[in-house]
């Protein structure tokens, strides 16, 4: 299952991964999801389970999505302190 850094990642960026998680497993409920925030490795047997895809298939494609989130998350954040930094340097 996933290593400890993969999980962590996950649950610091669920919200932004959420959506896509929903768009490319639309057999997840929200309780799933719920659940996925807490427990990686039960939503991977819960996708795999309704997708007929082995597990370290469906591994796999979120450990790209949390790859994806998270350098997209950091991107904002970098781009939110640069724009408070000007912010606060105009006051």
């Given at each position: 299952m996933f290593d400890q850094q993969t999980k962590q990642q996950?649950?610091?960026n669920f919200q932004q991964i959420?959506?896509?998680l929903q768009q490319r497993f639309?057999?997840?409920q929200e309780q799933d999801l719920i659940?996925?925030?807490s427990d990686p490795d039960r939503l991977v047997k819960t996708i795999a389970q309704q997708s007929?895809?082995?597990e370290?298939?469906?591994e796999q494609q979120l450990q790209?999505?949390?790859q994806a989130g998270g350098q997209g998350r950091q991107g904002s954040e970098?781009?939110?302190s640069q724009t408070t930094g000007q912010q606060s340097g105009r006051s």
């Open positions: 996950l649950q610091d959420k959506p896509q639309p057999d997840l659940q996925a925030q007929g895809q082995d370290s298939q469906v790209q999505l949390v970098q781009r939110s």
